[in-house]
């Protein structure tokens, strides 16, 4: 699967939005990757995460469990472990702070894990998951991603796979270009709400 293939699969999904955008991070953004109308419809969702599966194989090598991040890498996470014939397990935040294993989850000793995340915009997501696996026996050997959207700036501390990488800007909120400081404020993600 191209990269050009992978962005088909978001655009005739309704799922690359243009507009204003309140980003996860806080930062704007003219551009938004919907990964939940992705993530609704089975067949698409199967047939990116075994692209992805793919592209984990020939850069990593054999794995045998995918971590992501709840709640947004758990069905992509799921479904790319599916095809790689691994485990997959997730981190969650710990209600008083940062992602930690849980449900009796762990990396054993001897085993090769690999986080999967959606989308990568500034890496934080997968950097918070990466420290809360800090003392797990078993290696964590990289990272991946359906869509980059960094440009490649995003930093893991893990050599990261994505499908396709764009190099989509984001403002901070103070620092808007004039065309988008003109238009609305939304914020379609699922972190808590930020009034623009």
């Given at each position: 699967m191209t990269a050009n293939?992978?962005?088909?699969?978001?655009r005739s999904a309704g799922a690359l939005l243009q507009g204003h955008f309140i980003l996860s991070s806080g930062l704007r953004s003219p551009t938004f990757l919907q990964k939940m109308t992705i993530f609704s419809d089975p067949v698409r969702t199967e047939r990116l995460c075994r692209a992805l599966a793919e592209a984990i194989t020939a850069?990593?090598?054999k794995i045998d469990i995918v971590v992501s991040p709840a709640i947004g890498g758990i069905v992509p996470g799921y479904e790319t472990a599916r095809h790689l014939g691994a485990k997959a397990i997730f981190v969650e935040r710990d209600p008083r702070g940062p992602f930690t294993l849980r449900r009796g989850f762990s990396i054993p000793a001897g085993t090769r894990a690999v986080i999967v995340e959606d989308i990568v915009t500034t890496g934080l997501s997968a950097r918070e998951c990466l420290?809360?696996?800090k003392d797990e026996a078993g290696a964590v050997v990289g990272a991946a991603c359906l869509i980059d959207r960094s440009g490649g700036r995003g930093e893991i501390g893990l050599p990261l796979v994505s499908l396709a990488a764009l190099d989509i800007p984001t403002y901070p909120a103070d620092a808007l270009p004039p065309e988008l400081a003109a238009i609305p404020?939304?914020?379609?993600?699922s972190r808590a709400t930020i009034k623009p």
């Open positions: 293939d992978v962005l088909e699969e978001f850069r990593f090598g420290a809360s696996l404020a939304t914020k379609p993600g």
